[in-house]
């Protein structure tokens, strides 16, 4: 992790994603005052910096509030679902062009180059100087399919198949759900079969060019697209069934195969929880008394590991979730995020967890997935959790004797889902998904919701689709339903 940290440090000084935002799908991220030809490295770093924004609060703090993990304290808007559409925008740790970006204008298209430069007889020889063509073009397809994944579970329909061809693809159509996850499947499985034992990618702030790493990662990413469908592809012999079980094996395998996205000192990389915490002095959210109490119900060890205790009473305090009233209650009556999580500028950021990825398999086990118990992926799943937080070995084994966390084959899939929504704290986009999808735990809306009457389960298109491409948003509209919060997705099936 330290030599990731050090290309980090040495990327932040040839970072080519640079420019203002606009909203033409065609451009291609590059900068007049920068070199005619892109270099492949930076535009790999260029991409791969916004990860942040997709594994944290960076941008909005919504997921975390829709799962009511945290609660805010003083504007508690977000908590309330007053914020209904979100532009096309991901979030770094910094500002400027370290901070916003469109991810059609920058990150797409940053990607796309990559692909060009490294397929191009014209570039091809000259990017190879940065790792093996085969190499970097399946690095490329592979954070194609990690973004595209995540924008689609927070939007639904998305511009995909027509998005990137010129300034005519800011009109482009809305592809369902299914053709994009369907593609980004074909991308991944193209990816696998395209690496070389060529040199890894340079300017790879993630694995350091690591390939094996890489690979562990595209299946990981498969097996989480995979189980994301189990609801609309229940069976043992579909698509997702299938998906699974080809990168199960080649997915992490414990918690020190965590795909973590690594944080530096400098302000535009690091965690972007101190940025808030810290620079700017920020305490909007603190954990809610909903998380707070189940964790105390069931004796939950990693209760310390999450959260500092309030400072008026040395307990652990939850503030109650969508209250309007919350900014009445001073802050030091309360629990604040562990100060690890917020004010550790080089704290690192799960992407994908064992603990995870083991819930996944005990799901995929009762559904006659896999072969192995759902009670044995399970156990796994919840073990994997506390050792990744740091809980020690006795703390473990007398947690797995609490009644509600001893597997009950009669409540499985509810204690699964509800273990899973404990483990992906921190991980907030991840915890939205999988708790829409499971429907549990079973959680009420905030009290005080300025919208709706229930949780939102998307995020409403950017306003501006209404004008500027109105015909395939009209369309998409027809398709998927009205878009507000509260439109189910394609995989959330009841």
Request: charged share 20%; with cysteine.
């Amino acid at each position: 992790m330290k030599k990731i940290k050090s290309l980090i440090a040495a990327a932040t000084f040839t970072l080519l994603l640079i420019g203002c935002e606009s909203y033409d799908f065609g451009d291609t991220g590059v900068d007049t005052n920068n070199p005619a030809t892109p270099l492949s490295a930076s535009l790999l770093t260029g991409a791969q910096s916004k990860i942040v924004g997709t594994v944290s609060l960076s941008g909005t703090a919504t997921p975390s509030l829709y799962v009511q993990h945290l609660s805010q304290t003083q504007y508690t808007e977000e908590s309330r679902y007053q914020t209904i559409n979100f532009n096309w925008n991901v979030t770094g740790s910094g500002t400027g062009v370290d901070g916003t970006v469109n991810i059609y204008n920058k990150v797409f298209p940053n990607l796309l180059q990559i692909i060009e430069l490294n397929t191009n007889a014209d570039t091809r020889e000259a990017a190879a100087a940065y790792g093996s063509n085969n190499n970097q073009i399946a690095v490329a397809k592979i954070l194609w399919a990690y973004y595209f994944q995540w924008a689609t579970d927070r939007w639904g329909m998305l511009p995909y198949s027509e998005a990137f061809g010129g300034v005519a693809s800011s009109k482009s159509k809305y592809d369902s759900q299914e053709f994009i996850y369907t593609d980004l499947f074909d991308k991944i499985d193209e990816a696998l079969a395209q690496m070389d034992s060529g040199a890894g990618p340079q300017g790879d702030i993630l694995f350091g060019g690591d390939m094996a790493s890489w690979r562990k990662f595209a299946n990981t990413l498969k097996m989480n697209m995979a189980i994301r469908l189990s609801k609309v592809y229940p069976s043992s012999s579909g698509l997702a069934a299938t998906k699974f079980n080809e990168a199960m094996n080649g997915a992490i395998a414990s918690t020190s195969e965590n795909i973590m996205f690594p944080s530096i000192s400098n302000d535009a990389y690091d965690n972007p929880y101190q940025d808030d915490y810290v620079d700017a002095g920020r305490t909007d959210e603190c954990l809610s008394d909903v998380l707070v109490d189940r964790l105390q119900d069931l004796n939950d060890p990693r209760l310390p590991m999450f959260a500092e205790p309030a400072q008026s009473t040395g307990t652990y305090v939850g503030l109650r979730y969508g209250w309007a009233d919350a900014g009445t209650i001073p802050n030091a009556d309360v629990s604040f995020m562990n100060d690890d999580l917020i004010l550790n500028g080089e704290r690192d950021l799960p992407m994908y967890t064992y603990a995870q990825i083991s819930f996944s398999k005990a799901e995929a086990a009762l559904l006659g997935w896999i072969s192995g118990s759902a009670q044995m992926y399970y156990e796994e799943g919840v073990r994997s959790s506390l050792e990744q937080w740091g809980v020690d070995a006795a703390d473990i084994d007398a947690y797995m004797l609490e009644s509600d966390v001893i597997y009950n084959p009669a409540n499985a899939l509810s204690q699964i889902a509800e273990q899973k929504w404990i483990a992906l704290f921190y991980q907030p986009y991840e915890a939205w998904a999988e708790w829409r999808k499971l429907d549990y735990p079973m959680l009420t809306p905030a009290v005080d919701a300025l919208n709706g009457n229930s949780i939102p389960v998307r995020h409403a298109y950017p306003v501006a689709e209404q004008n500027q491409n109105k015909a395939n948003y009209d369309e998409a509209i027809s398709a998927q339903g009205e878009d507000g919060l509260f439109t189910k997705l394609w995989w959330d099936v009841d």
